[in-house]
């Protein structure tokens, strides 16, 4: 938070520490936010690559029995 807050001051003039604040809190949500995303999107993934395996495993197990 306090490298954001240092590299956000540097690039936005004019406004205040409390609305360069703001400006962080709000950006850093963002991320949050797409990065829960982001992991979901792979959890469901793996959950669906893992079911195909298991499919074709179970496939070969009963074709040899």
Known sequence: VEA??????S???GISPHQLAVLVAYTLGEE?????ERIK???KKV?????GL???????????G
């Open 4 to 9: 954001r807050f240092e590299e956000y001051s």
């Open 11 to 13: 690039k936005v003039k």
């Open 32 to 36: 949050l936010l797409k990065e829960r």
């Open 41 to 43: 999107a792979l959890k």
């Open 47 to 51: 959950v669906e690559s893992s079911e």
């Open 54 to 64: 298991l499919s074709r495993v179970e496939a070969e197990l009963n074709s040899l």
